[in-house]
């Protein structure tokens, strides 16, 4: 069993900046994923194990940078530029397998899950 445990959420004006950490053992494949009220869970941003590759939702591209440190167990979310569209919970997300595939985005391919962290940007 992996357990996560994101940190770092908060309230942020818009224009504003937020880091979110995630912790977790073992060197796979994690990802980020928000989810606002009434609306599906969304993929943001994912990386390998070893960071060989990293990708991101189209709407956050060039604002997000997602990364980690194994020596830390940690995978870490910054976000720039906060638009009050990316108010949501985040959470982070882990994989079985080390490799991350761009084509496999979607919720049901990563197995475990953290309790959420909230983030609002106020306009």
């Known amino acids: 069993q992996v357990q996560l445990v994101e940190s770092g959420g908060g309230l942020v004006q818009a224009g504003g900046s937020l880091r979110l950490s995630c912790t977790a053992s073992g060197r796979r494949c994690m990802g980020w994923f928000r989810q606002a009220p009434g609306r599906e869970r969304e993929f943001v941003a994912a990386?390998?194990?070893?960071?060989?590759?990293?990708y991101y939702a189209d709407s956050v591209k060039g604002r997000f940078t997602i990364s980690r440190d194994n020596a830390k167990n940690t995978v870490y979310l910054q976000m720039n530029s906060l638009k009050a569209e990316d108010t949501a919970v985040y959470y982070c997300?882990?994989?079985?397998?080390?490799?991350?595939?761009?084509?496999?985005?979607?919720?049901?391919?990563?197995?475990?899950w953290g309790q959420g962290t909230q983030v609002t940007v106020s306009s």
């Open positions: 990386i390998s194990g070893m960071s060989t590759f990293t």
């Open positions: 997300a882990a994989r079985t397998v080390l490799s991350a595939d761009v084509n496999q985005k979607h919720p049901r391919y990563f197995d475990y």
